[in-house]
């Protein structure tokens, strides 16, 4: 990745967050670190690459709580979740509300440095498929409104024809805007053209 993975850490000993931020950049990641739950929601960008290292037991918001408002603000950061307590329910609400992994303090250096490793993976794929859908999204746009009405008749899996009729004009039409809507969206196949639809979340 071009720019560097950044490591958000949240927790309210001091001394946790210079010590993990400390290995981050030993180990080459930006680190950027909060002892306020609070301060962390209203410096973050969701547009920086990173993943976020939580503290579960925090005052005001625990961390849950505060992945729970990271999602609700609509940043599907990867998140780690490090605790002074192996409490074994709060680990399974936080693994299903999708956290990377739950480290007890403790925290093995190795075990967190893997855990981060699967977070880049994971967070540059989410990236990757964000901006496939914004690229989609921006050559949609680019058709006419006529051509967006072909369009999801056409990966609905209506022939020429049917559209024709439904629409209530000639095939040899239809068969220019399908031609057009192909160049435009920059496929070559109907495959193609359902797969792109499927990803925008376009039907009939």
Known sequence: MDNMFTVFIVDDDDRVT????????????????????????AQHDAA??????????????????LQSA????????????ITGKGDISTSVRAMKAGAIDFLTKPVSNQDLLEAIRRAEELDAKSR?????????????TTLTPRERQVFTHVVAGRMNKQIAYELGI?????????????????????????????????SK
Not at 18 to 41: C, D, I, N
Not at 185 to 201: F, N, P, S, Y
């Open 18 to 41: 210079k010590a993990l931020s400390r290995l981050m950049r030993v180990k080459g990641y930006e680190a950027r670190s909060y002892t306020s739950p609070r301060e962390f929601l």
């Open 48 to 65: 920086v690459s990173g993943c976020a290292v939580f503290d579960v037991s925090m005052p005001g918001l625990d961390g849950l709580e």
């Open 70 to 81: 990271l999602t609700a603000g609509g940043s599907h950061r990867p998140v780690i979740f």
């Open 128 to 140: 990757k498929a964000q901006s496939d859908l914004a690229s989609i999204e921006a050559k949609v």
């Open 170 to 202: 000639v095939e040899k039409t239809i068969k220019f805007h399908r031609s057009a809507i192909m160049r435009k969206l920059g496929v070559r196949t109907v495959a193609d053209l359902v797969r792109m639809a499927e990803k925008a979340g376009i």
